[in-house]
């Protein structure tokens, strides 16, 4: 596998659901990120991860909580989300953090809250 | 507030011709602007990159003009090919790792 992956491409959940969205990059990269993208809305950041280091939380709910056991590897947990959470979830990685690195993104994973 | 707007959210163009896709921006402080690309049921990807000390930079058939007095940036496809039909995002970002996306373009290019 090269790139940027991402498991699963969909899922659909209940409210009272936990379920876990998972991200594994394979270029060696450093700093990894969580993305959300609303329908008819910009992509917004959530989580910025730095050798293994949270270093961002964009004012996310508590009912999105990241990990990054490795520098290869981020999860998304979920528990108890709403409706309007349905969206497209994207990772990122880029070889730093600093300076002007574009990031390279997964497929994505959609989610449904129903 | 958006800081960074791409007013037309599709454009049409016939193949062989020229695709102009404009994007605004309001904070000053950008000085990094990157061009993305994205497929139905794929992630974005990078296509061209612009530092703000430039005002062009060419990839083959893409060419990304800035306009620092004017806070805009275009990126212009040469020709254009029916491959390139896609949503293209408009990026600005700085010296650190925040990138600030547009709500995109999406480009039909028509055989």
């Known amino acids: 596998e090269t790139g940027v992956t991402q498991t699963p491409r969909h899922l659909v959940m209940g409210m009272t659901n936990k379920k876990s969205l998972k991200c594994e990059q394979h270029?060696?990269?450093?700093?990894m990120y969580w993305y959300k993208q609303s329908a008819k809305k910009p992509l917004e950041l959530m989580f910025v991860?730095?050798?293994?280091?949270?270093?961002e939380n964009n004012s996310v709910p508590s009912r999105f909580s990241p990990e990054c056991p490795n520098s290869s590897h981020l999860f998304l947990h979920l528990h108890t989300l709403q409706p309007e959470d349905s969206a497209l979830y994207l990772c990122?990685?880029?070889?730093?953090?600093?300076?002007?690195?574009?990031?390279?993104f997964g497929p994505g994973t959609r989610l449904t809250v129903t | 507030d958006q800081q960074v707007k791409q007013n037309s959210p599709s454009l049409s163009v016939q193949e062989g011709r020229i695709s102009i896709l404009n994007c605004d921006y309001t904070?000053?402080?950008?000085?990094?602007f990157l061009w993305y690309k994205k497929y139905p049921a794929e992630g974005p990807t990078f296509l061209i990159s612009?530092?703000?000390?430039?005002d062009k930079n060419e990839d083959g058939r893409f060419t990304v003009f800035l306009n620092k007095s004017a806070k805009h940036l275009s990126l212009h496809i040469v020709p254009s090919q029916p491959g390139d039909s896609a949503v293209y995002f408009c990026?600005?970002?700085?010296?650190?790792?925040?990138?600030?996306f547009g709500k995109g373009t999406l480009l039909t290019v028509n055989p």
């Open positions: 990122a990685s880029s070889p730093l953090l600093t300076g002007a690195y574009e990031q390279y």
């Open positions: 270029l060696g990269h450093n700093a």
């Open positions: 991860y730095s050798l293994e280091e949270r270093v």
């Open positions: 904070n000053s402080m950008f000085d990094y």
């Open positions: 612009i530092s703000s000390i430039k």
């Open positions: 990026v600005s970002g700085g010296s650190n790792y925040k990138l600030t």
